[in-house]
């Protein structure tokens, strides 16, 4: 027997719900962009052939960037450990998966001569782009 779903809406809201959350141009997104376009860096967008999609790629410094939503993908702060009350185990899982292929797609990235790094959310407003270390040595 099939446990009972604790969500509020119907499948076909939530469905509706999840498909509104953005996984590219988001605000955080954004505003490192605007900051690292200001400090001469130049990049590509959301590369298909890439393993993961990176968000921002660097060709010219064989640099990957990821900005990773804290929830979403499971960082260790305060908005990252949360876990919704309503349908916890599905969360648990969709954030556990979303890790590993996060490390899949790092390892695979690596395999091919890039440099990874990973800017989480929570990091966007304190964080000073000039140093990131894009620019390999």
């Given at each position: 027997m099939a446990a009972k779903s604790t969500d509020v809406f119907s499948p076909e809201k939530r469905s509706a719900v999840?498909?509104?959350?953005?996984?590219?141009?988001?605000?955080?997104?954004?505003?490192?962009?605007?900051?690292?376009?200001?400090?001469?860096?130049?990049?590509?967008?959301?590369?298909?052939?890439?393993?993961?999609?990176?968000?921002?790629?660097?060709?010219?410094?064989?640099?990957?960037?990821?900005?990773?939503?804290?929830f979403w993908h499971g960082h260790d702060c305060k908005r990252g450990r949360r876990v919704p009350k309503s349908n916890a185990d599905y969360w648990r899982e969709k954030i556990r998966k979303n890790r590993m292929r996060d490390r899949k797609n790092k390892k695979a990235l690596e395999a091919l001569g890039w440099r990874v790094i990973t800017v989480w959310e929570c990091e966007i407003p304190t964080l000073d782009p000039g140093t990131l270390p894009i620019v390999k040595d």
């Open positions: 999840m498909r509104a959350v953005k996984s590219k141009d988001t605000k955080p997104e954004l505003r490192l962009r605007r900051a690292l376009h200001a400090l001469g860096f130049r990049y590509r967008l959301n590369v298909k052939d890439l393993p993961g999609k990176p968000d921002l790629v660097f060709p010219r410094h064989k640099t990957i960037l990821f900005v990773h939503g804290c």
